[in-house]
């Protein structure tokens, strides 16, 4: 067993050091004073190499999450029970790492069965600590060092398109991801295009006299209104609230 001020036996000796940050206790779950020290020890130091702006962390709301704070970082709890909805890592992260992981585990044993078939040896006898190089089961060590390939693997638009499926980024952001990644043109573009395509449209039909005496721009500030109504939750109320009230024949 591997208790909290302990390495585990295959991390030992030169060359022996973990790929990855690792911190151990008795549970299998991640409780508040770990999570905190992959905080302040992991995230948070990694992130300062990157950036000094301030960032968002979106976590699900297990109560180990509810107890850490820094100054550059605002975490956002998610609602229970939209996790594996709403969270990028559950949108395709984590089954994506777990598929490489197996499928690399799996290559591992079956290099390691060959060889003792091919050499025509038993089953050689496993030093203490001895992983899957020594003929042996995996280990730590050998977990870490598969799922460094294994991560290193997922390409930057697969990442991406993990965002974009959580559906959890402002429309402006997304629309930039999907432009980086995809060569989509931003959404703001599009918007803008729509609106002054519709406004032209609508100078050459009846419906021009509900515009009269509004000016140029304040036309098309109603036109983004509408189109965006579908995603204001205010709007969708009361237009739920018109069709239970039979006020509204839509």
Known sequence: MIGKSMQPICFAGDGNESPLPYFSQASAWTDSNIF????SE???PELRTRTGSQVDLILDNFKSHSRVSDPQVTVIELPPNITAVYQPLDAGFIAALKRRYKTRLLQRVVENLDQLI???RSHPRVPRGGGLDE???AHLLDAAKI???????ISAEQLANCW???DVLPTEAAAEVRRQVHGV???AENFHQDVSELVALMANTSMAAKFDGLTESARASALRRWLRAEDDAAAVDETVDMVLAGESDE
């Open 185 to 187: 043109k931003l959404v």
């Open 135 to 137: 003929g042996g089961q």
């Open 42 to 44: 992991v995230f948070v």
């Open 118 to 120: 091919t050499t025509g």
């Open 164 to 166: 974009l499926k959580a």
């Open 36 to 39: 905190a020290r992959w905080l």
């Open 147 to 153: 799922i460094v390939e294994a991560w290193d693997k």
